[in-house]
């Protein structure tokens, strides 16, 4: 019996590196979402995000549970999706590095909406939303915002994240 266990183990990790590959592949925007933690702004870049209905006007983003700004959106606090322009990857690159959390809110212009709501002028679009559910599900939450406004900016061209590389 421990030598199935152990084979079952094995084909699922060998399924679950063979998944992480094959998703790395998948090119995708980049996105910081942010938010106000107490009087402190916290933010995390993001490629797991998309529109998720326009009657409401929705998204969802998926976030690691371990994530450290999951602790403030637990509380149902309210967030913005910035959508980054090809030039943004340091802006990326700080909000996905811990070692640089110092560094983030410094570029791109950012600004607290009137709800309190960081959001970056310098975006293609920064859409704030107020939390609807949390949706747990494997290591993930899925975190589903409706719509509350949305600020465009100028550019047209993503940033996009493909096999570990901004294009």
Known sequence: MQDLDAMSLERAALLADQFRQSMRRLASAVSVVACDHDGEWAGMSATSVTSLSMDPPALLVCINKAAGMMAALAEGKSFSVNVLERGHAEVSTAFGTPTLREQRFRDGNWRAT??????????????????????????HMIVIGLVQAVHMGDGTHPLI?????YQ
């Open 114 to 139: 009137a709800s309190g709501v960081p959001v970056m002028g310098d975006a293609l679009a920064a859409i704030e939303c107020r939390i609807d559910r949390l949706i747990e599900y494997g290591s």
């Open 161 to 165: 994240y493909c096999d570990g590389k």
